[in-house]
């Protein structure tokens, strides 16, 4: 298993998300590879879900296409079973409580550190609520991510002290899409949580453009890019690989020298 933290040890991360099975299973595992190969340092992976609250209709959309190509959770375990090995980024699942009640919350968090995936990724788990995932995923040596958001407040100092693998500082309120301007002051939220957590700090929500990945570098230790790369698939289908690759490329180029 490559470590979650792994991801920001050479230098700003880029973090890529795309929904398994979104159009099929055989795409998705055609596309890890070509993201990490595009220089992804940590790849995450959505778990399809029929209620996934925290996404903008891009997202939904996917999840809809890949429930609808007959994805299931045990499919997409078996297929990262068999790509990991290829891969040389961290891996994280991002799904929803829901999904990890039904398989199983120890099977779920066994099955994640037996195939390689450092992380988990449980939005509609408040931080109050973690005690139902964490000891499991301490266990397991599974990290737990913790979201911070521009409503935390008072909370991001006491969230941050807990964080594990990486902190997920979202950049804008409502649910994940592509903004064409983000205006929260995401480097303030980051300087309070920097001053108790030497955990990494990566920007999600809304980045698509390689100068919004820029400017969020700047303030951060890492930049998550989902819906973006999640249209270019819906827009190509089976053949997104080659499309993907170069959206990914060019977006890690955009902070490498940051």
């Known amino acids: ?31 890890l590879p070509e993201i990490d190969r595009a220089g992804a340092d940590l790849i995450e992976i959505g778990i399809p879900f029929s209620d996934p609250v925290a996404e903008g209709v891009v997202i939904q959309d996917a999840d809809m296409r890949a429930l609808a190509s007959g994805t299931t959770t045990d499919k997409v375990f078996d297929m990262v079973a068999e790509v990991a090995p290829k891969l040389s980024c961290s891996l994280a699942f991002m799904t929803y409580i829901n999904v990890v009640y039904v398989y199983g919350v120890e099977r779920f968090i066994s099955r994640c550190a037996e195939i390689g995936v450092s992380a988990v990724i449980v939005p509609d788990v408040p931080f109050e609520e973690r005690e139902e995932l964490t000891p499991i995923c301490e266990k397991y040596g599974v990290d737990f991510i913790s979201f911070i958001a521009p409503t935390s407040k008072e909370r991001i100092q006491t969230i941050a002290k807990e964080a594990k693998g990486f902190l997920y500082c979202v950049s804008s309120l409502g649910v994940t899409g592509v903004r064409s301007e983000i205006k929260t002051d995401v480097g303030e939220m980051i300087k309070l949580a920097k001053e108790v957590t030497d ?23 890492g930049i ?14 089976r053949e997104s690989a080659k499309y993907v690759y170069d959206y990914v490329k060019s977006m890690k180029d955009a902070i490498r020298e940051i």
């Open 1 to 31: 298993m490559i470590k979650t933290v792994d991801a920001f040890k050479n230098g700003k991360a880029f973090i890529a998300f795309l929904t398994a099975g979104d159009p099929d299973i055989e795409t998705t595992a055609k596309l």
């Open 224 to 237: 998550i890019v989902g819906s973006a790369i999640v249209k270019i698939i819906a827009e190509h289908g």
């Open 199 to 221: 955990t990494p700090c990566a920007v999600g929500f809304g980045i698509a453009t390689p100068e919004q990945a820029q400017n969020m570098a700047k303030v951060s230790d």
